[in-house]
């Protein structure tokens, strides 16, 4: 941490000034804001700002050049990365599955047909409708850029054509396959009855939802998944994606939302609202 603080104080002081002082800090600060962007809403933040105090207090302890003090927090500073390393691996999962999606360059590398995105859009729309007025429940999980295969091994194989009737018939009450999720990539029915996870996410309201919601909002969150939740309940849908949620969808909405965020592959959700 020492050779931190040097290059700091060198900054400051004008020794080290140059251009590519400027890109170095240039990417630390972008690197910064991503990493605030990333963790906001999480349980994160507050570690955060725990380790950001501990820095602060060894950053003093070099500056007033307190030995003892400036030993002891090197030794826990080395045992806390670790810790962290540990205890946040699904937000480190998350984060770098959301670097790994590249960005716009990921639009560019796998586009999507526009006649595609309307059928799927019709499809998913009719079928969401169909089931909610069947009174049953269904999570329909949409892949994007983030390979969704272990979720669907966890699943029975279905590979059918995407259609709302083969959709509304799987999440029959009397389906042995209407537990569980179903994915979907592209005009295709991967698997039914897929298992999700249930871990933490950025919507501090999880645990007012169901089952069905709060898988939705994990895997969005972990994934650049697009997720159509009908409540089994209220036979409201919904819409999961980037670990947010709105719920109360009419089929105008549906069909819009939907649109929007199957043609762009990152776009977040524009607004939240809470699932019924």
Partial sequence: MDPFFDAVRAIFN??????NTVLDVAIVFVFVYYLLRLIRGTRAVQ?????????????LAVLFQLTLTKLLFQAFLAIAV???????????????GQLGQL??????????????VDRM??????????????????LIVIERGTGLQDYTETG??????????LLASIFMVRSPLHDGAVIVRGPQILAAACLLPLEDTQDRAAHRYGMRHRA?????????????????????????????????????????????????????????????
Avoid at 47 to 59: A, D, E, Q, T
Avoid at 156 to 165: C, D, I, Q, T, Y
Avoid at 242 to 270: A, F, H, M, N, T
């Fill in 14 to 19: 004008g020794q080290t000034f140059a251009w």
């Fill in 216 to 276: 939705a909002l994990s895997i969005s969150s972990q994934t650049d998944a697009i997720v159509i939740v009908v409540s089994e309940e209220t036979q409201a849908i919904s819409i999961a994606s980037s670990g947010r949620i709105i719920g109360g969808l009419d089929e105008e909405r549906l069909r819009r939302v939907l649109s929007s965020l199957l043609r762009s592959r990152l776009q977040p959700l524009p607004f939240r609202s809470k699932a019924s």
């Fill in 47 to 59: 570690v955060l700002l725990g380790v950001l105090v501990l820095v602060v207090i060894y950053g």
């Fill in 156 to 165: 029975v194989p279905v590979n059918g054509k995407l259609s709302a009737e």
């Fill in 103 to 116: 960005g716009p360059l990921n639009r560019l590398l796998a586009p999507t047909d526009e006649e595609e």
């Fill in 82 to 96: 670790f810790a962290i390393l540990i205890v946040f691996q699904p937000e480190l999962r998350r984060g770098l």
């Fill in 121 to 138: 859009v019709d499809e998913l729309t009719r079928a969401a409708l169909l089931i909610s007025g069947a009174r049953h429940g269904a």
